[in-house]
């Protein structure tokens, strides 16, 4: 299946998104105002502009949005500013949080990056806001409810479980188990789950990890394969410019990717890559054309500052410069 096929088809997919929701804030701050506060002593960061984009599972649901998809997601937005903020990004960029549960009793999962005003780059330590706590019973709850209504409507189902914490974020035990059991109750259903430090704990679904979170996950197996220990239909290990593993019931397949010279920005490559691969699958194509069609998708991205997407006619043009 050509990316000319897979495009034609993913338009107007209804795509679902569930995990940890998070709000992108890109602060410029300018060196030369860095004057010491008089009563600390201690130099400031003089923001002089700031943008706003949904990030985490809110860079899934983007790529998604770029390439003509329907999206909605289900996770937690706090009753905060950030997440006010969160709320006018997600409307912005066409992204449906109906599901999206407002709680104040979690605060919205928040990075905040630093970028000087006079090289362009990151430079600073990222400001993240970040919860330790169990995730309350009552917003548990409520996201489990938001899984389950959103599920019936859509066609592919992304889980971006990205919280590094040791408690994790709002992909709960409960919300796991919950994935897992619909999943094996739909099982013609594209349910593509991306988890950073938890993927082992997944059954029945695709997962994405990298090279690195594939070792870990498959060490804490206690020596079992990780495809078979999670009933995964498909485990796809990312390998940078190696390209990707797709790792099957007959196997596995090394699927290349074109190298690209000096990447701009990686953040965010997994996300969109996710974004592009699941889709491709819902749309009907084999498993080594989406994961060849995540690949190109994410070498588009990380040509950009930040985390972007691809749109269509940029997928296109990669994909006749990759033929050529």
Not at 89 to 113: C, D, H, Q
Not at 237 to 246: D, F, N, R, S
Not at 261 to 285: K, Q, R, T
Not at 295 to 308: D, E, R, Y
């Amino acid at each position: 299946m050509t990316a000319a096929e897979i495009l034609s088809s993913v338009r107007g997919k209804r795509a679902l998104v569930i995990g940890d929701i998070c709000l992108d804030r890109w602060c410029i701050y300018d060196p030369s105002l860095a004057e010491h506060s008089r009563e600390t002593g201690i130099p400031r960061i003089a923001v002089i502009e700031t943008g706003v984009t949904p990030g985490a599972a809110g860079t899934v649901a983007n790529n998604l949005v770029a390439l003509g998809a329907e999206v909605e997601v289900v996770g937690v937005i706090g009753e905060d500013g950030h997440g006010f903020e969160l709320v006018g990004a997600l409307e912005r960029g066409a992204i449906g949080s109906k599901n999206a549960v407002r709680s104040s009793m979690m605060p919205t999962f928040t990075y905040t990056k630093l970028i000087n005003s006079e090289t362009s780059e990151e430079d600073r330590p990222r400001v993240d806001f970040v919860f330790t706590r169990p995730v309350p019973s009552e917003v548990e709850r409520a996201v489990l409810a938001g899984v389950r209504e959103a599920w019936r409507r859509n066609e592919v189902v992304l889980v971006s479980d990205q919280a590094e914490t040791h408690l994790g974020g709002i992909v709960t035990p409960r919300v796991r188990e919950l994935i897992g059991e619909l999943a094996a109750g739909h099982p013609g259903r594209v349910v593509w789950v991306d988890s950073r430090m938890r993927a082992e704990l997944f059954r029945n679904v695709i997962l994405k990890c990298n090279q690195d979170e594939a070792a870990a996950a498959s060490s804490r197996c206690e020596g079992s394969d990780l495809r078979r220990h999670t009933a995964a239909p498909l485990l796809v290990v990312t390998k940078g410019k190696e390209g990707a593993l797709l790792i099957h019931a007959g196997g596995e397949d090394l699927i290349p990717t074109t190298p690209v010279a000096n990447p701009v920005d990686i953040c965010g490559a997994g996300d969109s890559f996710s974004a592009g691969a699941a889709l491709a699958l819902a749309a009907g194509a084999s498993p080594a054309d989406a994961v060849f069609f995540g690949n190109l998708i994410a070498s588009i991205t990380i040509m950009k500052k930040g985390t972007g997407t691809a749109s269509p006619d940029e997928v296109l043009r990669a994909a006749s410069r990759h033929s050529s």
